[in-house]
């Protein structure tokens, strides 16, 4: 069983920068896996920021970004903002399938 | 506008079945897949599965093999997620969401279905 491990917690200031990574079992995250990230906050569902490793929909604040660094996937919040503060999850492919991360709680302080 | 209308909060016993539904609108229906993502309380995200709406394609995570079937009513623009053999530990946050451009991504997502069971 594919295992996807992020950060379990992250803690920025406001205005400051952090970087979040996604790494698998299985080896180094390349493009193919089609990283993608979502942002969840408490009691609501996930809303979709990065696809295709750094592709951004067309709702996602230029602030966010999404990129492969040292073998796993990232997402890099620039000039953080205190709505910023939620649960983060990278979802990789895996030839047909998918999985998602451990998560990430990115607190804003 | 994309819209992904789910069914109401279901209660089952262990051992039942159930069925959640997800209406699209907004789009073509039959261009796009649908994923199944379902979140216990408290837990992480987890990928169950998803339908190609064009074909009827199907592809399950192997954790829900044999217990989860996925299918679509084009004519309705609808997809169900069925689980059976329901146990406690399925009670979650059932989401659908579509999925885009082949394996790229999920982008708009149904506003959950909780579904608990209990005896």
């Known amino acids: 069983q594919t295992v996807v491990t992020q950060e379990p917690s992250l803690t920025v200031s406001p205005g400051g920068t952090v970087t979040l990574t996604c790494a698998s079992s299985?080896?180094?995250?390349?493009?193919?896996?089609?990283p993608n990230w979502f942002q969840q906050k408490p009691g609501q569902a996930p809303r979709p920021l990065i696809y295709?490793?750094?592709n951004k929909h067309s709702w996602t604040p230029a602030r966010f970004s999404g990129s492969l660094l040292g073998g796993k996937a990232a997402l890099t919040l620039s000039g953080v903002q205190p709505e910023d503060e939620a649960e983060y999850y990278c979802?990789?492919?895996?030839?047909?399938?998918?999985?998602f991360g451990t998560g990430t709680k990115v607190t804003v302080l | 506008q994309v819209q992904l209308v789910q069914s109401g909060a279901e209660v089952k016993k262990p051992g039942a079945s159930v069925k959640v539904s997800c209406k699209a609108s907004?789009?073509?229906?039959?261009?796009?897949?649908m994923h199944w993502v379902r979140q216990a309380p408290g837990q992480r995200l987890e990928w169950m599965g998803w339908?190609?709406?064009?074909?009827?394609?199907?592809k399950y995570s192997q954790k829900f093999q044999g217990r989860l079937t996925i299918v679509r009513d084009t004519s309705a623009s609808t997809a169900y997620m069925e689980l059976s053999s329901l146990r406690s530990e399925d009670t979650a946050v059932y989401y659908c969401?579509?999925?885009?451009?082949?394996?790229?991504?999920?982008?708009?997502w149904g506003q959950g279905t909780l579904v608990t069971v209990s005896s």
């Open positions: 969401a579509r999925g885009f451009a082949g394996v790229a991504g999920l982008d708009y």
């Open positions: 907004g789009y073509t229906f039959t261009d796009y897949a």
């Open positions: 339908i190609n709406a064009g074909n009827g394609n199907t």
């Open positions: 299985t080896g180094a995250v390349t493009s193919g896996d089609y």
């Open positions: 295709g490793t750094s």
């Open positions: 979802l990789l492919h895996y030839d047909g399938t998918y999985v």
